[in-house]
């Protein structure tokens, strides 16, 4: 089936500074990859759908230049969030759809811890 | 964007018992897809269901459509410990996941 790689799975940065999750997919092309973040006991909730070789589209709400998404190949999208603050921590995962199976596959998520 | 309501929010199970989790909509859904996110994990597509009255089983997972394309449900029969986790309906929509609230299931030996 479809793989979806995300690194990192955790990390721990200081306020203010940056943070890059690496979302691939390894044996299909994803012209469409998509990012989620989730709060503990609750959903996943749609940041941002990221478009291979254009920019990416946003949620209400999601601010674009503080996650910043960037999508250069057909295998790789990366998020990155700027100026991080205690208020970023989460658990953000990534997904994309290879349409040889149904349903979408899931990176295995990154839990950001902003300190 | 379409909105899928999911009950209940908990659910506490003896180990053998069956139980059920519902997803619902005030509006006709085109497809509902059900996830399985073990504590920890990340979420791991379990069926997708686009007719209408749909059933499909995997195993002990029986998982159904509404005739009206409304509402689905996930029932599972014999528990085990194993189906520990928190489970989501979903709905794609133009290519975006809408999920619902999910269903948090602790199974007790």
């Known amino acids: 089936g479809a793989v979806v790689s995300q690194h990192p799975s955790w990390v721990i940065c200081k306020s203010g500074t940056s943070v890059k999750i690496e979302c691939r997919s390894l044996d299909f092309q994803a012209t469409t990859m998509f990012w989620y973040r989730q709060f503990p006991k609750q959903s996943l909730m749609l940041m941002a759908t990221?478009?291979?070789?254009?920019?990416?589209?946003?949620e209400q709400g999601v601010e674009k230049d503080k996650f910043l998404i960037n999508h250069a190949s057909l295998t790789l999208s990366t998020l990155t969030v700027t100026s991080a603050h205690p208020e970023d921590s989460s658990f953000y995962i990534c997904?994309?759809?290879?349409?040889?199976?149904?349903?979408?596959?899931f990176g295995s998520g990154t839990r950001l811890t902003v300190v | 964007g379409q909105q899928v309501m999911q009950i209940p929010q908990y659910q506490h199970v003896q180990e053998g018992e069956d139980f059920t989790t519902y997803c619902n909509s005030s509006t006709t859904l085109s497809n509902i897809q059900w996830y399985k996110q073990r504590p920890g994990g990340h979420p791991v597509f379990l069926i997708q269901?686009?007719?209408?009255?749909e059933v499909k089983k995997q195993k002990r997972l029986t998982f159904q459509f509404g005739e009206a394309k409304k509402n689905s449900s996930l029932h599972i029969t014999a528990t085990q410990t194993t189906d520990v986790g928190t489970y989501f309906c979903?709905?794609?929509?133009?290519?975006?996941?809408?999920f619902g609230a999910g269903t948090q299931v602790v199974v007790t030996p």
């Open positions: 990221s478009n291979e070789g254009s920019k990416a589209t946003y």
């Open positions: 997904s994309a759809s290879d349409i040889e199976y149904y349903g979408y596959t």
């Open positions: 979903a709905t794609d929509s133009w290519g975006k996941l809408q």
């Open positions: 269901l686009v007719k209408s009255g």
